[in-house]
Every structure is written in structure tokens, then in C-alpha cells.
């Protein structure tokens, strides 16, 4: 097992990553946030705290490609929440 953190920067921090790489890793964390429900903990969280009848801002802060607040609109428009997603990278 690992009995230390590395402290080298993942190939996503790089910055010297080729194109290529950058976006075949992006596709990477979006299917592990799909099938090993990453976006769904967000969604439990967020139906936790949003009330409907609420106006919010969303901010993610070093959201990396974005997807997840992509995934966060398309949730919040089938449940028809009053919610502005932006992001900050």
C-alpha cells in the first residue's frame, strides 16, 4: 500500500501537458464521476440545502474541465431549480 503522499504534481497540473493528454484525462474523471457516482454525492448535497422556491449562485472554484457544473445545470433544469452555475478557474 501507499505509506506516503507523493508530492509530484498529477499530469493534470502539468504544465506542459499535450492537448491530447489533457482532454483523454478530463474524459477520464467525467466516466469515474459517472459510474462511480461523484456527481450523484453532489446532487444528494445539493438537494440537502436548495430549497425550490430560492433563488442561488454556484461557484466552483478550480473546477478543472467544468464538468461537474455542466452536470450540475442539466440537474437542476430537470428539477426545475432556480440555480446559476458559474465557474472559476
Known amino acids: 500500500m501507499l505509506e ?3 508530492l509530484q504534481k ?3 497540473d502539468a504544465e506542459d501537458i499535450p492537448t491530447a493528454d489533457l482532454f483523454q ?3 477520464e474523471l467525467d466516466r469515474i ?3 462511480l457516482g461523484g456527481y450523484d454525492i453532489t446532487f444528494s448535497a445539493l438537494k440537502k440545502v436548495i430549497q425550490p422556491e430560492k433563488n442561488y449562485v ?3 472554484i ?3 474541465g ?3 457544473l455542466k452536470r450540475i445545470q ?6 426545475k431549480l432556480k440555480l446559476d452555475s458559474s465557474a472559476l478557474i
Open 10 to 12: 498529477e499530469l493534470l
Open 33 to 35: 464521476n459517472t459510474l
Open 62 to 64: 478550480g473546477c478543472g
Open 58 to 60: 454556484l461557484i466552483d
Open 25 to 27: 484525462n478530463l474524459r
Open 74 to 79: 442539466q440537474w437542476q433544469l430537470r428539477n
Open 4 to 6: 506516503e503522499r507523493s
Open 66 to 68: 467544468g464538468d461537474t
